[in-house]
C-alpha cells in the first residue's frame, strides 16, 4: 500500500538496555532465540500490507544496517521497500539526531514521493501484534490527522506510561507523562468492558503526511511523545486507536528478560506459531539443533545449537549456542554466537587455556543474560550468589537481579558470579 511510509525509529542509545546495546543499537538486540527486536515492527508492517519501510538509524548501528540488508528483500515489481536511513551530515546541519521528531525532521526531504499520503512512526523496542491497516481505516473514518495507538493499562500501570486523557469520542485533549500520583490522571480513566483503565500510549503514530510536515517545520522541539504531539492537541485532529491485543515495552532489561522467557512458557500469551501472521527474521540456513543424553524442560533451542549432556529448565537458547556435558541452565537466556569455531580453533583455544565460544563443563547457570560469543569456562557459577540487585563490574553486570554477561566477554574456569 504505497500510500503509507512506515518509520521505525531505530537511533536511540538504548541505555536502558544496556550492556546489551554496548556494541548494537537498541533494535538488533536478539530476542526470543532468532529474531531481533526490529523484526517485530516490521513484521507488523508487512503483514499489513504496508511495505515502504524506513528504519532511521544513528548509535552503533552497524549490526542492524547488516540484519536489514541481509534480511528484507522486496520483491523489485512490489514498488515496496525496507531500507536503511541513517543520520546524516549535510549543508543544513552537522549534528546527530537530537531525538524521535529531531530524526525525522531532518529526513522529511527524502519523504518527496507524491502517493505517500500518511507517515506511520514505530517504535524499535516493543513485542505486539496489530494490523496497521484497520488503524489506517479508523484514522480516515474519524478524519483524524494524527492517530496514536494506545493501550489500556491498569492504574498501577501508569507510573510507567505516557497516559492520554480523551472525550468520549475518543478526541485526545490532554496527556500526562508518566504520572506518579493518581491525582494527576483525575478525570482521564476509561471505562473498557466496565473496568476502569488509562490509555498508555504505545509510541506508534499515523499522522497525515502534510500534517507531520507542517508541525516539524514549526514545532523545533525533539522529542515525538513528550513534546511535539501535546503541543499539536489544542490544533490538530488527534485520535486514540486502542489496541486490545498483547503488549509490551522491551526497553528494560527486566522487561526484555521477562518477554523473552515467556515463550519458554506451555502456552505463552504471544503467538509466534500463526502462519496467518508470520514474524520475519534472516534466513541463515544453519543446520538443525543437535541434542545429546540431554535433559530439557521448557526450553526454547535455536537453530545449530549442539546441546551435549546438560539440562536446561525454562530457558531460551539461541543460535549456534554449544553447551558442554553436566552443566544446568535454569531460567536464562543464551543468545549463542554468530559463527562457529573450526575444530583446529576449539583446540588452539585449549592448548592457550581459553575456553572456546560457548558454555563449558561442570557450569551452573541461573536467572542470566549470555549475549553473543561469550566464552565460559568449566566449573563457572553464574548464579547472583551475593544477591545483589544492580552492579556494573568489568565482565558482567546485575540488573534487576538478573545477571547480564556482555558480548564477546571471556568468563574464566573456576569463575563464582
Excluded at 541463515?284 to 543424553?293: D, G
Excluded at 536464562?332 to 554468530?338: E, H, L, N, P
Aim: glycine share 8%.
Amino acid at each position: 500500500m504505497t500510500e503509507v511510509l512506515c518509520l521505525v525509529l531505530g537511533g536511540g542509545r538504548g541505555t536502558r538496555l544496556y550492556p546489551l546495546t554496548k556494541d548494537r543499537s537498541k533494535p538488533a538486540v536478539p530476542f526470543a532465540g532468532k529474531y531481533r527486536l526490529v523484526d517485530i515492527p516490521i513484521s507488523n508492517s508487512l503483514n499489513s500490507g504496508f511495505n515502504c519501510i524506513y528504519v532511521l538509524t544513528q548509535f552503533n548501528s552497524e549490526s542492524l544496517n547488516k540484519h536489514i540488508t541481509r534480511t528484507y528483500k522486496i520483491d523489485t515489481f512490489s514498488g515496496g521497500f525496507v531500507e536503511i536511513m541513517a543520520a546524516e551530515q549535510s549543508m543544513d546541519s552537522a549534528d546527530w539526531f537530537q531525538g524521535s521528531a529531531d530524526a525525522v525532521r531532518r529526513c522529511l526531504k527524502h519523504f518527496n514521493n507524491p502517493y505517500i499520503k500518511y507517515v506511520l512512526v514505530l517504535s524499535g523496542d516493543q513485542l505486539y501484534k496489530m494490523d496497521f491497516g484497520k488503524l489506517l481505516d479508523f484514522h480516515k473514518e474519524k478524519k483524524s490527522e494524527i492517530t496514536i495507538g494506545c493501550h489500556p493499562v491498569s492504574q498501577e500501570e501508569i507510573k510507567d506510561y505516557g497516559i492520554m486523557c480523551v472525550d468520549k469520542q475518543g478526541r485526545i485533549n490532554n496527556f500526562v507523562e508518566k504520572p506518579q500520583e493518581e491525582h494527576q490522571v483525575r478525570g482521564m480513566s476509561v471505562k473498557i468492558d466496565k473496568v476502569k483503565l488509562y490509555l498508555a500510549s504505545m509510541g506508534i503514530y499515523l499522522f497525515n503526511k502534510e500534517i507531520l510536515t507542517e508541525i516539524l517545520i514549526n514545532n523545533k522541539k525533539t522529542d515525538f511523545g513528550k513534546e511535539v504531539i501535546p503541543d499539536s492537541f489544542s490544533h490538530k485532529i488527534t485520535y486514540s486507536y486502542i489496541h486490545r491485543g498483547y503488549w509490551k515495552d522491551i526497553g528494560t532489561i527486566k522487561t526484555f528478560y521477562e518477554e523473552n522467557i515467556i515463550f519458554a512458557d506451555s502456552l505463552p500469551p504471544f503467538n509466534l506459531y500463526d502462519e496467518q501472521w508470520q514474524f520475519f527474521t534472516r534466513p541463515r540456513y544453519l543446520p538443525p539443533a543437535k541434542i545429546e543424553n540431554c535433559h530439557l524442560d521448557r526450553v526454547i533451542i535455536g537453530d545449530g545449537s549442539i546441546l551435549h549432556k546438560c539440562n536446561i529448565r525454562h530457558s531460551v537458547i539461541g543460535l549456534r549456542s554449544r553447551i558442554s556435558e553436566s552443566t544446568s541452565i535454569e531460567d536464562s537466556i543464551v543468545m549463542g554466537g554468530d559463527f562457529y569455531q573450526s575444530i583446529d580453533d576449539m583446540q588452539k583455544d585449549k592448548d592457550r587455556g581459553t575456553p572456546f565460544i560457548g558454555i563449558g563443563k561442570k557450569c551452573l547457570i541461573k536467572k542470566a543474560i549470555i549475549d553473543k560469543n561469550v566464552r565460559i569456562g568449566d566449573g563457572v557459577k553464574i548464579v547472583n550468589a551475593k544477591s545483589i540487585d544492580s552492579i556494573e563490574a568489568n565482565a558482567y553486570s546485575i540488573k534487576d537481579g538478573i545477571v547480564i554477561i556482555p558480548k564477546n566477554t571471556t568468563i574464566p574456569s573456576g569463575t563464582v558470579i
